[in-house]
Nanobody, 119 residues
């Protein structure tokens, strides 16, 4: 049974920073990619940033230059450093992992962590 656990959300003033972490636990899997998504009330869940095992990254235009995704797949962990935060970054942030076990690939999601930016 694979589980993802996010941490690091909270309340910060505009211009401040937050660092999110996500750890995948379980046995018998390898990580293909990990990513961060976010969702606000009435909004679709949107991709924030993603990273492959080879370190290739992809960012939403709205966060480029402000957010940085990093990985330590030896520890089954992905991070999201969020800087220069704006009130519109207020969302629930979700971790997603694409994992493989043998020939099977499957997506897993965390429960989400709230990030709130006050003006």
């Amino acid at each position: 049974q694979v589980q993802l656990a996010e941490s690091g959300g909270g309340l910060v003033q505009a211009g401040g920073s937050l660092r999110l972490s996500c750890v995948a636990s379980g046995v018998g899997f390898s990580i293909n990619t990990m990513a961060w998504y976010r969702q606000g009330p009435g909004n679709q869940r949107e991709l924030v940033a993603a990273i492959t095992g080879g370190g290739i990254t992809n960012y939403a235009d709205s966060v480029k230059g402000r957010f940085t995704i990093a990985k330590d797949f030896a520890k089954n962990t992905v991070y999201l450093q969020m800087s220069s935060l704006k009130p519109e970054d207020t969302r629930v942030y979700y971790c997603k992992a694409n994992l493989r076990s043998g020939l099977v690939r499957e997506d897993y999601w965390g429960q989400g962590t709230q990030g709130t930016v006050s003006s």
